[in-house]
């Protein structure tokens, strides 16, 4: 599967491309809305896990551009804190899965392993 990750923390973020790669994914990293919508309007993908909180605006935002551009796309939000306003705007805009940090990069993994074996029994 083709994953982007958009987080604006790079440590945070290349240790969930490298969790999600040894899945045998192809993973990309954006730190910023404006690097994300670069990156997605050269390739598409079938997931992206989004952080709500970026440097340069809202993740909400983004994933309501990912999925007027993508409508497939399968979208995992990721926060640093935990508001059920938040989320339910979230879960509005068609996102799969809603993290809460602290989480382990491993998960991530799991998460496209399992939409990856979804899809192919499609």
């Known amino acids: 599967m083709e994953i982007l990750v958009v987080m604006p923390d790079h440590k945070a973020a290349e240790n969930i491309q490298q969790r999600i790669s040894e899945h ?4 990309m990293l954006a730190g ?12 598409q993908f079938d ?8 440097p340069d605006g809202d993740g909400l935002e983004l994933i309501k551009h990912m999925k007027k551009c993508f409508p497939e796309i399968r ?3 990721m926060t ?6 938040q989320e339910l705007s979230a879960r509005k805009l068609g996102i799969i899965y809603y993290m809460v ?11 496209a392993d399992h939409l990856s074996r979804k899809v192919s029994n499609f």
Not at 47 to 54: A, E, G, P
Not at 80 to 85: A, G, I, Q, V
Not at 101 to 111: D, M, S
């Open 32 to 43: 910023t809305i404006k690097d994300a919508k670069a990156i997605s309007s050269c390739q």
């Open 101 to 111: 940090e602290p989480f382990e990069a491993r998960e991530t993994g799991y998460i």
């Open 75 to 77: 979208i995992v939000a």
């Open 47 to 54: 997931l992206s896990f989004i952080h709500l909180c970026l």
């Open 24 to 27: 045998g994914h192809h993973v």
């Open 80 to 85: 640093d804190s935990n508001s059920r306003l």
